[in-house]
């Protein structure tokens, strides 16, 4: 643990309206590939129980080998509105905790498995 770290200030309060239009949910990672031309991004294709989505994440240079999380369930941030970068289509986000703290990002994953799709919140 690092003990080290001094926590960025609290954001300003939202209301609980605007923390319900934002969907989090479980989703399995069935597989992650190489962007080309890219030094981060890799494409993660989730399986949310109905349906799968690509998902582009910044994970690479934060893992030694971005493929040992395939099979993992992880949250996501599912109602984005889909992006295109180095030509492929991001349809989501992979929560995760501590990039934003200068840290190596750790997966936000459920306590133990549960259906895909499984809304957070």
């Not at 992650?32 to 494409?43: Q, W």
């Amino acid at each position: 643990m690092n003990d080290e770290l001094k926590p960025a200030p609290i954001k300003p309060a939202i209301t609980s309206a605007e923390l319900d239009r934002i969907d989090i949910r479980v989703g399995t990672i069935r597989s992650v590939a190489e962007i080309e031309d890219s030094d981060k991004l890799v494409k993660l294709i989730v399986d949310f129980g109905d349906h799968r989505r690509s998902i582009l994440a910044g994970i690479k240079q934060e893992r030694q080998n971005p493929r040992e999380i395939e099979g993992r369930q992880a949250l996501f941030v599912v109602n984005l509105e889909p992006k295109k970068m180095r030509g492929q289509l991001s349809e989501g986000m992979l929560f995760d905790i501590g990039y934003a703290d200068g840290l190596i990002p750790a997966l936000a994953i459920p306590e133990r498995e549960i259906p895909n799709g499984a809304r957070a919140g």
